[in-house]
């Protein structure tokens, strides 16, 4: 299916994250914090555009992290804009290219944001809508600085597609 309610993009997530846990020792703290005015259930979304987030503060942000393990799914609206972050306090963009740089093997090179994007400007375009996708540092400056990545998609109240335009 094109859209799925964020009610089943929620739960597939979590048991994503469960599986994980299972094969981290110590585990990851995660929380979900959505908005009382979204409605789990009428409010829709492209299928499989949080469960990338959330796998990539996992493999590239916490699992190096050998205290704990903190990712936190945030949705809020604004307006017609339903905004999803996923906030990681793990090794920071930066660190994590190091690491990947530094493993066994060579170079690791992760297609993970190029395929995202690509996926959102074929979605914009089918669409007609403005899905946004962007990564900034949580904490700049700092050893851990963490990752937040963004994902801004138009309201939908319906998993026709249709807008709702307040």
């Known amino acids: 299916s094109e859209m799925i309610s964020l009610e089943d993009e929620i ?5 994503d994250v469960e599986l994980q846990n299972m094969r981290l020792e110590n585990g990851i703290d995660f929380m979900i914090d959505v908005d009382s005015t979204v409605e789990l259930t009428q409010c829709f979304l492209p299928t499989m555009m ?13 699992s190096s992290l ?7 799914l945030k949705i809020e609206r604004v307006k017609n804009i339903l905004i999803s972050k996923v906030e990681e306090n793990g090794v920071g963009r ?8 530094n493993q066994k093997g060579g170079v690791h090179k992760s297609f993970a944001n190029q395929i995202m994007k690509e996926r959102i400007d074929i979605f914009n375009y089918l ?19 963490g990752t937040r990545s963004i994902l801004t ?8 597609g249709i807008i709702n335009k307040l």
């Open 11 to 15: 739960g597939y997530v979590s048991l």
């Open 50 to 62: 949080l469960q990338p987030l959330v796998e990539n503060a996992i493999i590239h942000g916490v």
């Open 94 to 101: 930066k660190e994590s290219a190091l690491l990947r740089k």
């Open 66 to 72: 050998k205290n704990k393990r903190i990712i936190l």
């Open 153 to 160: 998609i138009p309201f939908r109240e319906e998993k026709s």
């Open 127 to 145: 669409q007609d809508t403005k899905t946004n996708f962007y990564m900034e540092d949580v904490f700049p400056n700092k050893k851990y600085c």
